[in-house]
């Protein structure tokens, strides 16, 4: 099983910046794509942005420009920098990754916990 962590939530003002980050941890596992969903109150839950392993990355169209992906392959982290924000990215931030447990063909689909974001003056 690998488990996701994520940190960094909080409340900030719109026009303020927040950093989330996202550990994953267990046994023996590779992690192919990381990413950052969010879900707001009474809405699905929706694709922030996402980053392979070799560093690609793919971006919500309404969010590009704003929030930035990052991610440490040697670490098993993925951060997710989030400026200019508005009181309408207040939502649950989710970190997600999927890969394969080494040795193995058995993959896994894993998910955070969720951190809150609250943008408000």
């Known amino acids: 099983q690998v488990q996701l962590v994520e940190s960094g939530g909080g409340l900030v003002q719109p026009g303020g910046s927040l950093r989330l980050s996202c550990a994953a941890s267990?046994?023996?596992?590779?992690?192919?794509?990381m990413g950052w969903y969010r879900q707001a109150l009474g809405k699905q839950r929706e694709l922030v942005a996402s980053i392979t392993s070799d560093g690609s990355t793919n971006y919500a169209e309404s969010l590009k420009g704003r929030f930035t992906i990052s991610r440490d392959n040697a670490k098993n982290t993925v951060s997710l920098q989030m400026n200019s924000l508005k009181p309408e990215d207040t939502a649950v931030y989710y970190c997600n990754a999927d890969g394969k447990f080494s040795g193995t063909f058995r993959r896994f689909y894993s998910w955070g916990q969720g951190t809150q974001v609250t943008v408000s003056s």
């Open positions: 267990g046994s023996s596992f590779s992690i192919n794509a």
